[in-house]
């Protein structure tokens, strides 16, 4: 299974953009998944999560912000970034568990660069 995710650019501080993290090869489903993020100098953190029942979980600092979700008719999980600020500014990796013919497996996507210029 690959993961492939898009939709990282530059945007201005209150712009939005829509970060997408498509899953290819030998899978059922996708199970659960979360978005990361990596600022230079930092640890990698948490910033959204959907659980295999679709329940939502968002690092305070997006609450509000951005929403996570998922189709499950094309294996791909997204993450709506609203109202951005420049503290946004990292790598962002998506984080997929999946069902597959060999049972359950995680995989990262190879990070998507988001800068907000304030």
């Known amino acids: 299974v690959q993961l492939q995710a898009s939709g990282g650019g530059l945007v201005q501080a209150g712009g939005f953009l829509r970060l997408s993290c498509a899953a290819y090869?030998?899978?059922?489903?996708?199970?659960?998944a979360g978005w990361y993020r990596q600022a230079p100098g930092k640890q990698r953190e948490l910033v959204a999560r959907?659980?295999?029942?679709?329940?939502?979980n968002y690092a305070d600092s997006v609450k509000g912000r951005f929403t996570i979700s998922k189709d499950n008719a094309k294996n791909t999980v997204y993450l709506q970034m609203n109202s951005l600020k420049p503290e946004d500014t990292a790598v962002y990796y998506c984080?997929?568990?999946?069902?597959?013919?060999?049972?359950?497996?995680?995989?990262w996507g190879q990070g998507t660069q988001v800068t907000v210029s304030s």
């Open positions: 959907l659980t295999s029942g679709s329940f939502p």
């Open positions: 984080n997929v568990n999946v069902v597959g013919p060999r049972g359950l497996n995680d995989y």
């Open positions: 090869g030998s899978m059922f489903s996708i199970n659960f």
